[in-house]
Every structure is written in C-alpha cells, then in structure tokens.
DNA sequence: TGTTGACTTAGAGTTAACTTTAAGTGTTAA
DNA sequence: TTAACACTTAAAGTTAACTCTAAGTCAACA
C-alpha cells in the first residue's frame, strides 16, 4: 500500500505542500519516487512523520531535526549518537514540563486571586488584611512546589 | 526606587528595544514618563513583566496579552472577564502539559531503543523475538499512560 | 476530447516576535 | 566641556516555518 503526497498529508495532518517543503529541507530522505518523479509514500514512513512530528512539537527545528534524520540513514555506526541525542533532548522536554508547572500555579493563583474579587464584587478585597494572609499563604504554597 | 528602560529591562532579562517594542504594542499601558519624555518603571512594574512573560511563555500571542492588559487597566468592570481569560488559559496550558508528557513517553521509548541498539552493537537486534516482545510491553505501557 | 484535479518546480509572500538601523536628542562622568 | 552612553522615533531587516503563486505536466473521467 502507498500513498500519493495528498493521501498522505492527510493521514499525518500537513498538507502537501508542507510534505514538499520538509522534503526540501531534507527531512524525508527516504521518500520514494516513480519513474516519472511522482512522489509515493509508504506504511512505515507514517512512524518518521510521527518522530518528526515529536520532535518539532517538543521545540527542536528543522535544522536540528534533519541531523538527526541524516544520522538515522547512515546505520549502524549513529547509534550513539542518537541515543545522546534523545538523552539530550529528553532534558529539553523535561526543562519545558517544569516551566509549565510553574506557570499552572501562576495561572492558579490568578485564579483565585480574580475568584476571589469576583466574590468580593471589587478588586479591593485584595487590600484587606484577610485577603493578604490568605494570599501569603498561597504564595507559600506555590514556592513549596519550585 | 524607579528604573530607566535599561535598568529596568536587565531586571526582567529583556532588552530595552522588546519593551519599547511591548509599548508599542500597548502592553505596558502602565509606564509613566519623565517630563523630557523618558520612560521611567517602578518597583510594582515588574509583576506586569512576570504576567506577561508567563502568558508568552505557555504560547499566548502579543494581541491576546493584550486584551488582557486593557481589562485590567479598566478597573472592577471586568474582573469577571479576567477570570474566565485565566480559566480559558489554564485548559490550553493542561492541554500543553498532556502532549510534553505524550512526546516525552516517546522519547523515552526511542532511548530504550537506542540504547539496546547500543548495548547489542546493531540496531537488527530490534527485529530478534526477544527484542519485539519487550518492544511490545513497551508500547503497551506507553498506550495505558495515555 | 476537453476539463478537472493532482502532481511538478522555483520562487515569492506571510506571520509573529523580535532585532537592528538610522538619525537625532539628552544626560552623566572625567 | 567633551566623550561616552542612554535615550528618542520611524522604519527596515531577520528568522523560522510555513503558505501560496505561477507556470507547467500528466492522468483519469464525462
């Protein structure tokens, strides 16, 4: 089974001309084509696209994607490389996550912080002495989590 | 305690040239200038950077930022639109959350991967039986994650 | 047999978020 | 007081990752 460039931006959700574009630039090395120069695509490569995928989803460029692609068509003698290189990234991804957190409990106490003065009807509840202590304590919570 | 633009942008690790930029942009509505012009931030100033780079930073556009901003800068009015900005947020953010740590099972499977391939000093080692059936378990620990 | 639609290429345009440049004014330290 | 530096504005340039256009080829269907 193989797939025309358009059945297969459909089943990795690009368009074609996306597909074109990442062959441009070396990310599809192993794409194949028939005697008149048409593109076709076959099952396995739906998994390079799911990697690529990841990979470009989790910050890496194209650039830093296609060393990685080129590393996988020379074999063999990559395999530590490309270990290394998902050791790394794995840390990037890792970085990313904690970030993410961080920003949750800003978002939360936000939160709280407009749930509060919605209650209250006005944003000056956050002057009154109740509300501070009860924001110190959240802001605690917060550095806890760091 | 005021700052110039200069001070102020090494305080919250940008260049004077993104916060003139970010006014121009109408996100910094607050700053207040000199009587020759010169913008100068306080103290306070700084939480609206905090804010700000944490709406940036989990993929908020300058132009949604903004709309924030200018509710903010329009008092008790709107704290209601304020919280359901931050509750709205807060999903996309969860949503980002969900796909690092789906990209991050992958990763981890490509270093389990690699580092059998590394171990067995070929990557044909994951076309042997006992290699398939760990590969299997793998995936399968990966899909109950999901 | 013509037209619709998928494909080809090269190259130009788009968008967001900066980033730099140019040309000039104002402020501070020796 | 003069050099160095921080500031001003308007506008152009940069970068990544597309996204689209133009001009053309090719295959299938009414």
Same mark, same amino acid.
């Given at each position: ?6 059945? !297969?931006?459909? +089943?990795? $959700? *690009?368009? %074609?001309?996306?597909? /074109? !574009?990442?062959? +441009?630039? $070396? *990310?599809? %090395?192993?794409?194949? /084509? ?113």
């Amino acid at each position: 089974m193989t797939y025309t460039i358009g059945e !297969f931006a459909k +089943k990795c $959700g *690009l368009t %074609p001309h996306t597909l /074109r !574009f990442y062959e +441009k630039e $070396g *990310l599809l %090395p192993f794409v194949h /084509r028939s005697a008149s120069g048409i593109r076709f695509f076959s099952e396995p490569d739906i998994e390079w696209l799911v990697i690529i995928n990841c990979l470009k989803n989790t910050g890496m460029s194209i650039k830093e994607i296609k060393v990685f692609i080129d590393w996988c068509m020379q074999g063999d003698t990559t395999i530590e490389k490309r270990y290394h290189f998902f050791i790394e990234h794995r840390k990037k991804v890792e970085k990313q996550m904690k970030e993410l957190r961080k920003y949750l409990k800003k978002i939360d106490y936000k939160i709280w912080y407009y749930q509060t003065a919605l209650e209250a009807g006005t944003l000056s509840i956050h002057q009154t002495q109740k509300c501070i202590k009860e924001e110190k304590r959240q802001l605690l919570k917060d550095a806890h989590g760091n």
